[in-house]
């Protein structure tokens, strides 16, 4: 099947969410993580507002469906990635690595200086996989606030602390 990447439209929230709630279903052999499975995905009001206001992009298959999504926004020179699915069932076939790439890519060609995100520390497609594209983690005391705070965040809907790791590529 041939893969596509183009913007994301408010057409496709409906789709959005589901490859969101499928992606989820990855943490089921994670006994601590197990919870994701059930506990809430972005609205589509908050859909809607990410695709208006920040870099929002798709993977759509041949028939234009929507099998990955990733939002980003400017955070003074870095490139931060907000959200990032792939449907469960196209995991691990490269599908991820392209949409990350093409975000470098539009973050070398805007000039950013960084591409930020947060993480799992012990998923293996989580910090390991950004690992291979050249992230580094960052310790607390090089975290800008905004990560700092969005770690914080995370805690409060409900992740371990210790679980979770700011990343960063330098471009």
């Keep these: 099947m041939l893969y596509r990447i183009r913007r994301t ?56 469906q929507v099998v990955g999504f990733l939002y980003a926004e400017k955070q003074d020179q ?16 490269g599908i991820g690595r392209k949409l990350i790439e093409h975000a470098i890519t539009v973050a070398i060609t805007e000039n950013f200086k960084t591409v930020t995100l947060t993480t799992f520390i012990n998923v293996i497609w989580n910090r390991p996989f950004y690992e291979k594209l050249g992230f580094i983690i960052l310790e607390s005391f090089e975290q800008p606030d905004y990560l700092k705070q969005t770690l914080e965040n995370e805690v409060k809907f409900g992740f371990n602390a210790e679980t979770r790791c700011a990343m960063q590529l330098k471009l």
């Design 9 to 64: 439209e408010s057409s496709d929230i409906e789709q959005l969410i589901d490859v969101e709630k499928s992606a989820t279903q990855a943490f089921s052999s994670i006994p601590d993580l197990k919870w994701l499975i059930d506990a809430p995905v972005l609205s589509a009001e908050t859909h809607y507002e990410l695709i208006t206001d920040v870099y929002a992009f798709s993977v759509v298959n041949e028939q234009d």
């Design 78 to 93: 870095d490139f931060y990635i907000i959200e990032f699915d792939v449907r469960s069932d196209l995991q691990r076939q």
